[in-house]
């Protein structure tokens, strides 16, 4: 039963979860799906693609006014049917740990209330030595400050190698920022 793009409006009946359709869309793609759900306020309808068996599926939204025409190859269940559904819950929880440690680790890396200027130097320390911020001050290995201006003469604390490394740094990465700039 092919139905023209006109009669999809009328025939939105036929978008039922569990069944299965060869599509054909205005953009001239063509494709198997089932239908996990049809919206009617938004005419967006959500397919699942293919038919092979496996874990990995891909899913598809397709506003139905793209519809060309499309065949009713039979019906099937649910195809998110709880029963038979199998959620790991401990990987997810694991990523959801890992990805909120990630964001926390990322947001510790911006600095509150300093200038672009300012965070484009701490994130150039950062690929050569390990930094963190401590209000406005860059701490770089734990042990030497820069606060702002973040100038080689604003470095204080550490051993006195330590100190000169990270003015030898600091000074090679605003020389750098500089060019940057003058180039563009």
Known sequence: ????????????????????LSIKTTLGEEFHGQVITFDRPSNILVLQEGSKP??????????ANYIKEF???GQAEDPLDIKKCYIDLHSLQAREELALRQAEADAERIGVGVT????GIFDALSKTLPVRW??????????????SPYLPECV??????ANDRVKKVLELERKRLQARGASQ
Do not use: W, Y
């Open 54 to 63: 496996g874990p990995k599926k891909n899913i598809r939204f397709l506003k």
């Open 116 to 119: 672009a200027e300012a965070q």
């Open 1 to 20: 039963m092919a139905m023209e793009g006109s009669n999809i409006n009328s025939n939105r009946e036929d978008f039922t979860v569990g069944c299965l």
């Open 156 to 161: 204080s604390g550490g051993t006195p190698a």
């Open 71 to 73: 065949s009713f190859l």
């Open 134 to 147: 401590d209000k406005t001050s860059i701490v770089v290995m734990n042990e030497v400050h820069v606060s």
